[in-house]
C-alpha cells in the first residue's frame, strides 16, 4: 500500500482531525490534531491491510518562529512493507500530546527521550522522567533556545573545540617528521679535535 492509499484511508475514518499530506520529499507526511493522536495510533496499529506494528522511531522538532514543538512519529508494518509519517503540532510554551505507550510499547523510550531534550509533556505515560539527563537538570538541550549553564553540580560542560586539539597534534607530528627528515648536524672542530 502507497503512502498516499494510507493517507486516504486516515481521511475517510478521522476526516480533517488528520491534515493533508505533504509534498513528496524524503517521507511525506500528514500533520494529526493531538487529541487525536492515539485513535489514529490505534487505528494504524489494528486496522486489518494497515497493521503498522513498529513505531520506528518518535522524535521532536522545535520550531520557535512558529511557536510549535513537531512530535514526529515514523510508522511501518512489516507484514505489508510499508510505512507512514505522522507529526503531531504541540505548542511550545505548554507542548503536550497524549502517549502512544499503549500502541507500541517502544514509545516507552522515545517519549522519555522527547520529554527529556524538548519538553514535552506526555500524559498517561507510565513512567514520564529523563532518560539522559538528570533530574534535576535545568532546561531542554535540543530546544534552539537553549543556553548551556557552564556545567553541572561542578562538573563542566564546556568542551576545547576538537579541531583546535587536532592542529595542535598535527603540528607536532610534522615538527618531529621534520626532526626526524633533517641531516645531522656537523662535528663541532673543538670537539672533533684529537686529545694528548
Not at 512558529?66 to 503540532?89: F, G, P, Q, T
Not at 522519555?112 to 538528570?134: K, N
Request: hydrophobic share 45%; aromatic share 8%; charged share 30%.
Amino acid at each position: 500500500m502507497t503512502t498516499h492509499e494510507i493517507h486516504e484511508r486516515l481521511k475517510a475514518r478521522f476526516g480533517d482531525d488528520v491534515g493533508p499530506l505533504s509534498e513528496p520529499k524524503i517521507d511525506a507526511f500528514c500533520v494529526v490534531k493531538a487529541e487525536r493522536i492515539v485513535e489514529v495510533s490505534r487505528f494504524l496499529a489494528t486496522e486489518p491491510g494497515l497493521e503498522m506494528d513498529f513505531l520506528e522511531d518518535l522524535t521532536a522538532v522545535d520550531w520557535p518562529k512558529r511557536n510549535v514543538i513537531e512530535v514526529v512519529y515514523h510508522l511501518l508494518s512489516y507484514r505489508h512493507r510499508h510505512a507512514i509519517v505522522l507529526k503531531v503540532e504541540a505548542d511550545r510554551a505548554a507542548p503536550v500530546v497524549p502517549t502512544v505507550e499503549a500502541v507500541w510499547k517502544t514509545a516507552n523510550w522515545f517519549e522519555r527521550e522527547v520529554y527529556d531534550l524538548f519538553g514535552v509533556s506526555f500524559p498517561g505515560h507510565p513512567d514520564l522522567r529523563r532518560l539522559m539527563l538528570p533530574d534535576d537538570w535545568v532546561g531542554h538541550p535540543l530546544r534552539k533556545d537553549y543556553q548551556e549553564a557552564g556545567g553541572w553540580h561542578g562538573i563542566s560542560n564546556v568542551r576545547e573545540n576538537p579541531l583546535v586539539e587536532l592542529k595542535r597534534l598535527d603540528d607536532q607530528r610534522r615538527a618531529e617528521a621534520a626532526a626526524r627528515a633533517a641531516p645531522p648536524a656537523a662535528p663541532d672542530a673543538a670537539a672533533a679535535a684529537p686529545k694528548a
